[in-house]
């Protein structure tokens, strides 16, 4: 089998000391904005269930769980041991164990659907990247689709900047970030990697998997969103879903998305 670098350290340091991943999609309307077209896109490119789905990188299981519920037959995969096991505590109707998303332990073909909803987010080197997708095509089913969320090289310095959290140091750091693609621990996130929407193409078929389909999560009302703190009205969180979903394969308006997903079949 291929020999990888270890993964990040402070990843798991991050994931489990820093941050709760837990509620995340619940904390803020952004948040909701991104769980909602999500969970939208997933209705609309997933097989119908039931179907072998494989999470890769699924945190605590916001998402595995959710689909289990649909129907569909679950296991899911994470770098962070507490992630597994509150996957398993919270979600019983999934399996779920610890690993790598680069190298997977299973056999090939064993899914009818890979999602990578987290993964290539902190990989900064290309080559892991391409090893990822490289391995979410390997288990998954001929025909089955492979579908990674990437966030955008825009994200940052657009979030922090509509939260008023940004000052001559962290403009500093994200607009380096901005430049490479690399984020900087400083700035208060873990070890990253924000992606152009031409950069997951071309990772994509460096991978041996087609052209994606690339769709952007929350178009270009989430930063309103965030700076309206908890509690928008539900008119203008309902707005922002239908601009999202009128502008989701734009090219031009892509990029103004906090995430992108991107959908191959193997």
């Known amino acids: 089998m291929p020999q990888h670098r270890?993964?990040?350290?402070?990843?798991?340091?991050?994931?489990?000391?820093v941050f709760d991943e837990a509620d995340r999609l619940d904390r803020t309307p952004q948040r909701r904005l991104e769980a909602r077209r999500t969970r939208d896109l997933l209705s609309r490119l997933l097989p119908a269930p039931p179907?072998?789905?494989?999470?890769?990188?699924?945190?605590?299981?916001?998402?595995?769980?959710?689909?289990?519920?649909?129907?569909?037959?679950v296991h899911l995969i994470d770098l962070v041991p507490a992630h597994v096991a509150a996957a398993r505590a919270a979600h019983p109707g999934i399996t779920a164990t610890v690993g790598d998303a680069r190298e997977l332990p299973l056999p090939g073909g064993s899914a009818d659907a890979t999602l990578l909803l987290g993964p290539l987010y902190h990989l900064p080197d290309r080559a892991d990247r391409v090893a990822t997708l490289r391995e979410a095509a390997r288990v998954t089913r001929p025909g089955g689709p492979v579908l990674a969320a990437v966030i955008s090289r825009n994200a940052a310095l657009i979030d922090l900047t509509a939260q008023g959290l940004v000052d001559e140091r962290s403009r500093s750091l994200l607009r380096e970030a901005y430049a490479t693609g690399v984020n900087?621990?400083?700035?208060?996130?873990?070890?990253?990697?924000?992606?152009?929407?031409e950069q997951v193409v071309d990772e994509f078929v460096a991978a041996g998997l087609p052209t994606p389909a690339l769709y952007g999560l929350e178009g270009p009302l989430w930063p309103l969103l965030n700076a309206l703190g908890t509690g928008p009205a539900e008119r203008l969180f309902a707005d922002a879903v239908a601009c999202a979903e009128a502008f989701e394969r734009d090219p031009a308006v892509l990029g103004a998305s906090s995430h992108l997903l991107a959908v191959a079949r193997a």
């Open 6 to 17: 270890p993964a990040e350290p402070d990843i798991r340091r991050y994931y489990t000391e």
């Open 184 to 197: 900087d621990p400083r700035t208060g996130f873990t070890t990253a990697y924000f992606h152009r929407p």
């Open 51 to 73: 179907a072998e789905v494989l999470d890769v990188g699924g945190g605590p299981g916001a998402y595995a769980g959710w689909l289990a519920t649909a129907g569909h037959r």
